[in-house]
């Protein structure tokens, strides 16, 4: 099974700082057909998970374009600039490359 | 506008069953796959499988292939998670996504507590 590990953990960021969540998988996700599944979600508390990010860097409707994803192969990022209160939660990296398909362990965004 | 609404919270006994639903509107259900995801108490998400809403076919991840049935019915645009013989480990919350490569829209989750 594709194995994504996400760092950091958890990450404490100043209001208007930049955050930055990296993935890194144990294969790379780019798919046959060129395209390459991997996502970003936010989990903010006592909700559905939210996609942020599909394809390593489209951004989903009406996600703000602070929210930047990026990389390819096995390594990805997505970097929040401009961190805003509504941002706080856990961040979850997909792949949808691969069968099984697997999320990533999570990153925490605490607001200092 | 697009909506997954789930069912209810749900009190069962080990050894019991249980169904779960997934009621989708605002789009054609049979556009989209349905996907399920656990995420057990203060855990991370745990992919479980998807189900062909235009053949009825499931696939789940190893983890889930003794006692878990995705179900559809159709006619009634809603998805359904049966889960037999619960165990303990089985209380989480259990998530509905719709789609295949995207998994663009989520119903609000289902909380599932298994305790004798």
């Known amino acids: 099974d594709v194995v994504l590990t996400q760092t950091p953990v958890s990450l404490s960021v100043t209001l208007g700082d930049q955050a930055s969540i990296s993935c890194r998988s144990s294969q790379s996700l780019e798919y046959s057909d060129g395209y390459t599944y991997l996502e970003w979600y936010l989990q903010k508390p006592g909700q559905s998970p939210q996609l942020l990010i599909y394809e390593v860097s489209n951004r989903f409707s009406g996600v703000p374009d602070r929210f930047i994803g990026s990389g390819s192969g096995t390594d990805f990022t997505l970097k929040i600039s401009r961190v805003e209160p509504e941002d706080l939660g856990v961040y979850y990296c997909?792949?949808?490359?691969?069968?099984?398909?697997?999320f990533g362990s999570g990153t925490k965004l605490e607001i200092k | 506008q697009i909506q997954l609404v789930q069912s209810g919270p749900e009190l069962k006994k080990p050894g019991e069953s249980l169904k779960i639903s997934c009621k989708a509107s605002g789009y054609t259900f049979t556009d989209y796959a349905m996907q399920w995801v656990k995420q057990a108490p203060g855990k991370g998400l745990q992919y479980m499988g998807w189900i062909n809403t235009q053949t009825g076919k499931p696939t789940y991840a190893d983890d889930f292939k003794e006692r878990f049935v995705f179900s559809l019915e159709t006619s009634a645009s809603t998805a359904y998670l049966q889960i037999n013989n619960l165990k303990n480990e089985d209380t989480a919350t259990y998530f509905c996504a719709r789609g295949m490569m995207v998994r663009d829209y989520w119903g609000q989750g289902v909380m599932v507590t298994v305790s004798s």
């Open positions: 997909f792949q949808a490359t691969h069968d099984p398909l697997t």
